[in-house]
């Protein structure tokens, strides 16, 4: 009997373990391009959605450094950020190859030229959108703010400052925007505007420049937002994480939007932590899901 009893232990602890590995394996990835995703990773030959499934799609743009984000959803689309002051010619090259005019919504993070100033510019080009969102407050008098108010004047398009736990929907993916709400003089990058994504059962977190406490601060104050399956390196991939908001948010796989060198330090965290990862620079990343798997491609490098 003591037997039986053994074998049946073993036999619900093997199980149970099957389905906490079913659980987790909730990433599927394109066959690899180049050394991306530095780890052995579940592999999927073709994308395993079919066409009329409802589905997200999140481009991180090749703009070599930078922040350029595509989010689509239901027909609907919204640009976050779009890089420094001549890489909008790798945006428009990319929104070509997709077929892509206008955006449901432009996303502003934050002011910094290399997240504001390549949107300026591909909305003075005339790449429309029905709303302009950002962080800050549309009579900003810091001159990069003041040049896209003006060409959102001068294109007709609507500006709205958004504020932290505020919601907007994309086709059917939740997007809601979290910050840390402490004013650090000088420090813009420690306010900027995060991005938490979620579409059925699956989410991604875009986390924008913020880094350090910002981050853990932000943890705090948004638990329920931090357990994610995908996250945009902070801040360009520059900084190391917290040892502790890299366990809060427990993400399967990292997008680094830089190169190998500019997103080092974080790339050695994630090597140590065996956490695949993919930089920007190496090809544009898409991750697409139905709500209930990722599929990760990465194109190759033009």
Same mark, same amino acid.
């Given at each position: 009997?003591?037997?039986?009893?053994?074998?049946?232990?073993?036999?619900?602890?093997?199980?149970?373990?099957?389905?906490?590995?079913?659980?987790?394996?909730?990433?599927?990835?394109?066959?690899?391009?180049?050394k991306?995703?530095?780890f052995?990773?579940p592999?999927?030959?073709?994308?395993?959605f079919?066409?009329?499934?409802?589905?997200l799609?999140v481009?991180?743009?090749?703009?070599?450094?930078?922040?350029?984000?595509?989010?689509?959803?239901?027909?609907?689309? @919204?640009? %976050? &950020?779009g890089?420094?002051?001549?890489?909008? *010619?790798?945006?428009?090259?990319?929104? $070509?190859?997709?077929?892509? !005019?206008?955006?449901?919504?432009?996303?502003?993070?934050?002011?910094?030229?290399?997240?504001?100033?390549?949107?300026?510019?591909?909305?003075?080009?005339?790449?429309?959108?029905?709303?302009?969102?950002?962080?800050?407050?549309?009579?900003?008098?810091?001159?990069?703010?003041?040049?896209?108010?003006?060409?959102?004047?001068?294109?007709?398009?609507?500006?709205?400052?958004?504020?932290?736990?505020?919601?907007?929907?994309?086709?059917?993916a939740?997007?809601?925007?979290l910050?840390?709400?402490?004013?650090?003089?000088g420090?813009?990058?420690?306010?900027?505007?995060?991005?938490?994504?979620?579409?059925?059962?699956?989410?991604?977190?875009?986390?924008?420049?913020?880094?350090?406490?910002?981050l853990?601060?932000?943890?705090?104050?948004?638990?329920?937002? @931090?357990? %994610? &399956?995908?996250?945009k390196?902070?801040?360009? *991939?520059?900084?190391?994480?917290?040892? $502790?908001?890299?366990?809060? !948010?427990?993400?399967?796989?990292?997008?680094?939007?830089?190169?190998?060198?500019?997103?080092?330090?974080?790339?050695?965290?994630?090597?140590?932590?065996?956490?695949?990862?993919?930089f920007?620079?190496?090809?544009?990343?898409?991750?697409?899901?139905?709500?209930?798997?990722?599929?990760?491609?990465?194109?190759?490098e033009?």
């Open positions: 009997m003591k037997r039986i009893l053994s074998f049946l232990l073993i036999f619900l602890l093997l199980a149970s373990m099957g389905l906490a590995e079913s659980r987790v394996a909730t990433v599927y990835h394109a066959p690899p391009v180049n991306a995703p530095f052995e990773v592999i999927k030959e073709a994308s395993p079919k066409a009329e499934e409802d589905t799609r481009d991180f743009i090749n703009i070599r450094v930078g922040d350029a984000i595509l989010i689509r959803s239901g027909g609907e689309s @919204m640009l %976050v &950020d890089g420094a002051k001549g890489r909008e *010619g790798m945006v428009k090259t990319f929104l $070509e190859q997709e077929g892509i !005019t206008g955006f449901s919504y432009y996303m502003n993070t934050h002011y910094h030229d290399d997240h504001i100033e390549g949107a300026t510019r591909l909305l003075k080009e005339g790449y429309l959108a029905s709303e302009f969102l950002g962080r800050h407050a549309s009579d900003s008098r810091n001159k990069e703010m003041m040049a896209l108010i003006a060409a959102t004047e001068q294109m007709g398009v609507p500006y709205r400052q958004v504020f932290a736990g505020e919601t907007v929907l994309l086709g059917n939740v997007i809601t925007f910050q840390d709400p402490r004013q650090i003089p420090n813009i990058n420690a306010t900027s505007m995060m991005l938490h994504i979620r579409f059925g059962g699956r989410t991604i977190l875009l986390p924008a420049d913020v880094t350090g406490s910002s853990t601060e932000v943890a705090t104050r948004y638990p329920d937002y @931090m357990d %994610v &399956d995908i996250m390196s902070p801040h360009h *991939g520059i900084n190391r994480l917290r040892h $502790e908001f890299l366990l809060a !948010t427990s993400p399967e796989v990292f997008v680094i939007t830089s190169n190998t060198k500019g997103g080092n330090n974080l790339a050695t965290q994630l090597k140590n932590n065996k956490i695949p990862h993919y920007i620079s190496m090809g544009t990343v898409s991750a697409i899901t139905n709500g209930e798997i990722w599929y990760i491609s990465q194109q190759k033009q």
